[in-house]
């Protein structure tokens, strides 16, 4: 069965980093768009950033220059690196795995596949 999970989320202040990491299996996470998403309590979920299948990164306005997604070093692994951490990005962040065309990339409903989510806090 196909299963995403996310590792990596935490309590930290406020300019400090955290690494985001999506482990795929039952797929072939090159063979699909790999998209960070997040959602804060009372908040719609919302886009963070993707790598595609072809591996261009786009990223929301509100993280562009802070985040950098990749495709990992391990094995069917995706990472999000996230620096100058601000209060505003605390967040349950989720993966998902996509096919869509690359005009939907951005589109959480296009997302066939979910990890559980993992937390992340920021402290002021």
């Known amino acids: 069965q196909v299963q995403l999970a996310e590792s990596g989320g935490g309590l930290v202040q406020a300019g400090e980093s955290l690494r985001l990491s999506c482990t795929a299996s039952?797929?072939?996470?090159?063979?699909?768009?790999i998209g960070w998403f997040r959602q804060a309590p009372g908040k719609e979920r919302e886009f963070v950033a993707v790598?595609?299948?072809?591996?261009?990164?786009y990223y929301a306005d509100s993280v562009k220059g802070r985040f950098t997604i990749s495709r990992g070093n391990a094995k069917n692994t995706v990472d999000l690196q996230m620096d100058t951490l601000k209060p505003e990005d605390t967040a349950v962040y989720y993966c998902?795995?996509?096919?869509?065309?690359?005009?939907?990339?951005?589109?959480?409903?296009?997302?066939?596949?979910w990890g559980q989510g993992t937390q992340v806090t920021i402290s002021s």
């Open positions: 790598v595609s299948r072809t591996s261009h990164t």
């Open positions: 039952g797929i072939t996470s090159s063979s699909y768009h």
């Open positions: 998902a795995a996509s096919r869509a065309v690359l005009s939907s990339i951005r589109d959480s409903n296009m997302y066939n596949y």
